[in-house]
């Protein structure tokens, strides 16, 4: 996803600065470098956190402007909110794509162990001896009882 800075973070989240470092140091924010070397922050990080972002503009690009095509005509720009909201459900989309991940390797990891468990049981079922009727106790005779048999 789109990395900005932590000022354009606060900016889009309507927190302040302090407020994004803050969240960083507990660890509730991941941070990552850029090229540069210079602290980002990943938009998707921010949707994850604060939820949807809030009705500031992103970019330069205004509200509803007009460019003139390479054709000579004038075409209507898709307003800022409209991109920005796209790019929103884009990162909440890969959320839960990463998410659905997870579940699946999880899924597969229980059904690999409840397999494992089937096998387990199976082995110790056949190592028992196959009786069909129940044993009898073997009567001990006590020495002061020699007319029993």
Partial sequence: MALVSISEAARLTGKSRTT???YIKQGKLTK???SGGASKLDTSELLRV???????QVGSEQSGSTVQHLAGDFVQL???NLLHENYALKAEIELVKA???E???LLDEKDKRNE???HALLLIESKLPNTSEPVTPHVVKKSWQFWKK
Avoid: A, H
């Fill in 20 to 22: 994004v470092q803050s």
């Fill in 32 to 34: 990552c470098t850029d």
């Fill in 50 to 56: 604060f939820g949807s972002f809030t009705g500031q």
């Fill in 78 to 80: 898709p307003d800022q």
């Fill in 99 to 101: 998410l659905l991940r």
């Fill in 103 to 105: 579940k699946e390797l």
């Fill in 116 to 118: 494992d468990l089937k």
